[in-house]
């Protein structure tokens, strides 16, 4: 994958002051972290274990958000269902309007696309 930052390989930012963002090494060499520290990118012991503690919280955090986007989502199916059996409309654009706003207001312009997945996710592409 591309890696932002900079020319691929060079190791600077663009300026050439800021922080190493280079890709890890494919293969092994001298640069490359001790094994336990493989796959943090960094070579320096207590830095890699710090790493390997949050990332423990990131994987539980990744797994919640997939279960509750998938509950969401199915939840969101049910409603659309729900109402286009009883002669009502698909979908009610009053209340998309105020689930945007919220996302938006709590995250910016980020926040809005994400809204705007998670409301595809429950009705599909328009
Ligand atoms: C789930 C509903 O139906 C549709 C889906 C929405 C959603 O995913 O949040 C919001 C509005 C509706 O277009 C609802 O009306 O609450």
């Given amino acids: 994958m591309e890696q932002s930052g900079g020319p691929a390989g060079s ?9 190493v963002d280079r890709p890890e090494p494919a293969s092994a060499s001298a640069s490359e972290p001790a094994p336990g520290n493989r796959g943090t990118g960094t070579a320096e012991p207590a830095a890699a274990a710090r790493i390997a503690e949050i990332r423990v919280r990131i ?3 990744d ?5 509750l986007w998938q509950e969401r989502a199915a939840l969101s199916r049910e ?9 009502g409309t698909r979908l009610v654009l ?4 105020e689930i945007l706003e919220r996302f938006r207001a709590a995250l910016g312009a ?3 696309q994400l809204a705007l997945l998670l409301l595809r ?4 592409p328009l």
């Fill in 79 to 87: 409603v659309g269902a729900t109402r286009m059996a009883s002669g």
């Fill in 59 to 61: 994987d539980e955090i």
């Fill in 63 to 67: 797994r919640a958000l997939i279960e």
């Fill in 94 to 97: 009053s209340r998309e309007q």
């Fill in 11 to 19: 190791g600077t930012t663009p300026n050439g002051t800021g922080p």
């Fill in 121 to 124: 996710a429950g009705r599909g």
């Fill in 110 to 112: 980020d926040g809005t």
